[in-house]
């Protein structure tokens, strides 16, 4: 049985339970109100016989017709609580047919021969005072009689009433507490189907969340904690595999990482033996270059000193080159660590010197206040160098105009270099930061094409990026 059905049931059985009680209760208030009815009118009925006794008294001490009138009220009120039999059914009819005999029994002596006797007495009869007397006793053991039958009647009554509220007081506390009995046993057996699977679902989140795959809920049942232990078991097994084919992902990645860092290693130590092997024998070819320039000096024909030229541009445009990819091998490698560094006192540096070039093009070169990081100095000073040094070299019309700023975003700072140069096309905002392209040709610009490679290879060893907008 599903969770959902064994609270519907338990509601149901709780419902159904106090509905029962509940029809128990107003069943027995309502016997209850049906004997202070019935102890009501039996309480009328000893009033009306004992005001009949009080009557005949002050009939027989006084005489006269009030009396009598009162006597015929009396008995009527009596008579007509009598006639209705329904109020008195819950009572023994014992008492009832008693009193009824007694009425009867007392209305058959009529009050008015009472009276009548009465008067022959004042007429001084002897005869009539002893009937009078025989009468006056008759009708008083007869009201007496009548009285003590309602008096019976009444604590019968009494005690039918009494005994009735008992009842409905047992049946309250019986409510009550069966009420809350079924209830705690209701809410006993759904923690005993709910709280359990709960505990082990629990220990299984815990178990997995620590890091134990193999965890396995034990699933009981068809209720709904059994479908969702189930559930939680083909999680935590599709979680598995994940985590499998996650760890090995991992572990191919951490290898094609290694090797990638090794043939980085490798390329970068190639460049510098590459570069550094290279500086003997471009330095022969040079002086030997420069040789023949200075000793055919004149004895050559326009083309030969042509050549000759061409072929120390070329040694020379190749150091250059060489001088460029060594120090771009360097800059993992070779960097010096990390310190505080003040980028006003940097950028003062670069402008002292490249003072030549800035007096030569007439650059004003500003600044906003620029903070203390921790970086290489050195490198810092390259990055410098070559941006302010491209805005300098790319250069419009009018004289350079170079701002450099800094602003902090979140736990970073966000430095901008801008100018009023020939700027860059959208198309070559990727291609500028790669290593030896060019842009335009070296007759418009000189230069080697390793200057912003270097930049953001220094950034990126730093934690940074670089872009152009």
Not at 132 to 144: I, Y
Not at 335 to 364: K, S, Y
């Amino acid at each position: 049985m599903t969770i959902e059905r064994k609270i519907q049931f338990s509601t149901g059985v709780v419902v159904a339970f106090v509905i029962v009680m509940g029809s128990l209760v107003i069943w027995t208030s309502d016997r209850v109100e049906d004997g202070v009815k019935t102890l009501g009118a039996s309480s009328r009925l000893l009033e009306s016989a004992f005001m009949m006794h009080a009557v005949v008294d002050e009939m027989l001490a006084h005489g006269g017709t009030r009396p009598l009138r009162q006597w015929r009220a009396y008995e009527a009120q009596l008579g007509a609580i009598l006639d209705n039999k329904a109020v008195f059914a819950s009572v023994d009819r014992r008492y009832l047919t008693t009193l009824e005999k007694r009425y009867r029994e007392v209305k058959a002596l009529d009050p008015q021969v009472l009276l009548a006797s009465l008067e022959e007495t004042q007429a001084g009869s002897q005869e009539a005072k002893a009937l009078k007397d025989t009468l006056a006793g008759m009708m008083s053991l007869r009201l007496e009689q009548l009285v003590e039958g309602a008096k019976d009647l009444y604590g019968a009554c009494e005690v039918l009433t009494v005994n009735r509220r008992r009842t409905v007081r047992k049946l309250l506390f019986v409510m009550i507490v069966s009420t809350v009995f079924v209830v705690l046993a209701n809410l006993y057996l759904i923690q005993r189907s709910v709280v359990p699977g709960l505990k082990k679902l629990a220990r299984g989140a815990e178990a997995v969340g620590a890091g134990n795959l193999d965890y396995v809920v034990e699933a009981k049942g068809d209720d709904e904690l059994a479908s969702l232990a189930r559930a939680f078991n083909l999680m935590v097994e599709r979680l598995k595999k994940s985590y499998t084919s996650l760890q090995a992902e991992i572990a191919g990645r951490k290898r094609a990482q290694e090797d990638l860092t090794r043939s980085n290693k490798d390329l970068e130590q190639f460049a510098y033996v590459a570069s550094h092997d290279l500086q003997e024998p471009l330095r022969n070819v040079a002086s030997c270059m420069l040789m023949l320039e200075k000793k055919y000096e004149g004895k050559l024909d326009a083309e030969g000193d042509q050549f000759v030229r061409y072929a120390v541009e070329s040694v020379t445009r190749m150091k250059d080159l060489i001088n460029g990819l060594l120090m771009y091998s360097r800059i993992s490698t070779k960097g010096n660590p990390f310190q505080p560094t003040d980028c006003e006192e940097v950028l003062e540096r670069t402008m002292a010197n490249m003072r030549q070039a800035i007096e030569q093009t007439a650059a004003v070169i500003t600044h906003d206040p620029l903070p203390t990081v921790t970086a290489d100095s050195t490198q810092l000073l390259q990055v410098f160098q070559n941006l302010i040094g491209n805005a300098i070299k790319f250069r419009g019309e009018g004289p350079p105009r170079i701002h450099v700023s800094a602003e902090r975003e979140n736990s970073q700072w966000l430095f901008s270099v801008q100018d009023n140069g020939i700027g860059i096309e959208p198309r070559h905002w990727d291609r500028i930061f790669v290593i030896f392209q060019r842009l335009h040709k070296r007759a418009a610009y000189d230069g080697t094409g390793m200057g912003l490679a270097i930049v953001k290879k220094i950034v990126e060893r730093h934690q940074g990026r670089i872009w152009v907008n």
